[in-house]
T-cell receptor, first 114, second 114 residues
Framework: DADVTQTPRNRITKTGKRIMLECSQT?????MYWYRQDPGLGLRLIYY???????NKGEISDGYSVSRQAQAKFSLSLESAIPNQTALYFC?????????????FGPGTRLLVL | QKEVEQDPGPLSVPEGAIVSLNCTYS??????FMWYRQYSRKGPELLMY????GNKEDGRFTAQVDKSSKYISLFIRDSQPSDSATYLC??????????????FGRGTQLTVWP
């Protein structure tokens, strides 16, 4: 089984709809991250969480919100989706202490906003 | 200016060639340097990890860091078609930083043709 899972893997939605992307991990890591990837722009950090009570904005948090329901679960919400949020979304995790710099990525969610 | 610059390519080489991938950066606080490999429709996976300056070798892959020039490289010897992927450099500052962020390059798309 994969250590970091994301659901759904693909999603098509319409402008103005609310959508939630979910991430679960079995690595026992404290830290979780949400990124989006766009052609030519690379990976950009949306939000990150160092533990259940710690949520931080990344470089492109506008239009997004997150929820850390448990150590193993981190959800990303688009309250009112817009077409320029069409992208590939990745969840990632990392531990603390030795090796904390290394992040482990999920398989991604491909989102299309019409 | 982005903190991490990486030529997106694309780069196309014949099987057996030596491939050189590079990134430059502007933040002198970066000490941890990584290369991720991302196959099409997959999440990035850690390929190489280096702390501070110097070289690290793993099979056909060699990572080099030159902190004085703020320049890192990944060399692939005897390249294979299975090396065809997008390669992303990533780096972070001091361990234990409350930021704990990875800063990614845009990725270089590599194709190795038989």
């Amino acid at each position: 089984d994969a250590d970091v899972t994301q659901t759904p893997r693909n999603r098509i939605t319409k402008t103005g709809k609310r959508i939630m992307l979910e991430c679960s991990q079995t690595k026992g890591h404290d830290r979780m991250y949400w990124y989006r990837q766009d052609p030519g722009l690379g990976l950009r950090l949306i939000y990150y969480s160092f533990d259940v009570k710690d949520i931080n904005k990344g470089e492109i948090s506008d239009g997004y919100s997150v929820s850390r329901q448990a150590q193993a679960k981190f959800s990303l919400s688009l309250e009112s989706a817009i077409p320029n949020q069409t992208a590939l979304y990745f969840c990632a995790t990392s531990g603390s202490g030795t090796g904390e710099e290394t992040q482990y990525f999920g398989p991604g969610t491909r989102l299309l906003v019409l | 200016q982005k903190e991490v610059e990486q030529d997106p390519g694309p780069l196309s080489v014949p099987e057996g060639a030596i491939v050189s991938l590079n990134c430059t950066y502007s933040n002198s606080a970066f000490q941890y340097f990584m290369w991720y490999r991302q196959y099409s429709r997959k999440g990035p996976e850690l390929l190489m990890y280096t702390y501070s300056s110097g070289n690290k070798e793993d099979g056909r892959f060699t990572a080099q860091v030159d902190k004085s020039s703020k320049y890192i490289s990944l060399f692939i010897r005897d390249s294979q078609p299975s090396d065809s992927a997008t390669y992303l450099c990533a780096m972070s500052a001091n361990r234990g930083s409350t930021l704990g962020r990875l800063y990614f390059g845009r990725g270089t798309q590599l194709t190795v043709w038989p």
